[in-house]
């Protein structure tokens, strides 16, 4: 099956606790992203990553950080989270090609920081 | 301010009839359009992409870009209670898919029998 994963599907932290979250995907893309969806549902990107070359990097936290192995993963760090942290993080790929570089989206992580 | 605004924020629509979401970018480097679909608890799902004036249509769902107004609108025709689900609207800068996209507050679908 090609897709993209992400793992854990659900996470329950304490404020200041290390995290990390896991992306594969196996559609043969080479760029992948992280996308952080609040209570409102609003999409924000974080990061982007091709061929291991950090693309975009909003202003996000420091404390957030993405980490890849290779064009097929793309995890994603928090050193010490806070309750702001609290979100679904939907990680994406896309390629140059017919689809008009169309993003395809992994099913999120829920984290929650009490 | 939002870079891209959809309105409205929920529509509810009888089985059968058609849906109307309508997106406005006020950032005029946006040139690249998206639709997207969410279903609860799951990843965004493209729909479909338009880049040029005018209609494309796929299947049930019609887009319609106008550039000079950066408006675009998204029609589901023959809505099915499958459509219910959060639509976004997504835009990015020419071609540099690897900036990733802007997205919308999006848009709540319910179909009703």
């Known amino acids: 099956e090609t897709a993209v994963f992400q793992t854990p599907n659900y996470h329950v932290t304490q404020v200041g606790n290390e995290v990390s979250f896991n992306c594969k995907q196996t559609?043969?893309?080479?760029?992948m992203y992280w996308y952080k969806q609040d209570s409102k549902k609003l999409l924000k990107i974080m990061f982007s990553?091709?061929?291991?070359?950090?693309?975009v990097n909003e202003t996000v936290p420091r404390r957030f950080s993405p980490q890849s192995s290779d064009k097929a993963h793309l995890n994603l760090r928090i050193k010490s989270v806070e309750p702001e942290d609290s979100a679904v993080y939907l990680c994406?790929?896309?390629?140059?090609?017919?689809?008009?570089?169309?993003?395809?989206f992994g099913p999120g992580t829920r984290l929650t920081v009490l | 301010q939002q870079k891209v605004q959809q309105s409205p924020e929920s529509l509810s629509v009888p089985e059968g009839g058609m849906a109307s979401l309508n997106c406005t970018s006020s950032d005029r480097n946006f040139q690249y359009f998206w639709w997207y679909r969410q279903h609860s608890g799951e990843g965004p799902k493209a729909l479909m992409?338009?880049?040029?004036?005018g209609d494309k249509k796929e299947g049930r769902f019609t887009a319609h870009l106008n550039k000079a107004s950066l408006h675009v609108s998204l029609h589901i025709r023959d809505s099915q209670p499958s459509d219910s689900a959060l639509y976004f609207c997504?835009?990015?800068?020419?071609?540099?898919?690897?900036?990733?996209?802007?997205f919308g507050l999006g848009t709540r679908v319910s179909v009703f029998p």
């Open positions: 994406a790929s896309s390629s140059r090609g017919r689809s008009s570089y169309e993003q395809y």
């Open positions: 559609l043969g893309h080479d760029t």
């Open positions: 997504a835009a990015s800068e020419g071609n540099n898919y690897a900036q990733g996209l802007t």
């Open positions: 992409s338009i880049f040029s004036d």
């Open positions: 990553y091709n061929n291991k070359q950090l693309i």
